[in-house]
């Protein structure tokens, strides 16, 4: 019997997933908001696809464009 995503400890987007908690400036937290609500997505959005870009960028691998008009789970 196939279990569900809460089942198998995978997150909202269907990856296995962990939450993070950080600290930003005001300054970083509000440039942050605005993007987001420029390109009419999620701070948490902006913040994984830089995740991904940085740790792309760290291993010498492929760089993919930071899309920020957002993907498929941008709007979560």
Avoid: H, N
């Avoid at 605005?34 to 940085?54: C, D, H, P, T």
């Amino acid at each position: 019997m196939p279990r569900i995503a809460a089942e198998a400890g995978l997150g909202k987007d269907g990856r296995d997933a962990e939450r993070v908690t950080t600290t930003l400036t005001r300054t970083q937290k509000a440039e942050l908001d605005r993007l987001a609500k420029a390109q009419g997505v999620k701070v948490a959005w902006l913040v994984r696809r830089a995740v991904e870009r940085f740790l792309e960028e760290s291993a010498g691998g492929p760089m993919l464009p930071l899309d920020l008009k957002g993907g498929e789970d941008a709007k979560r």
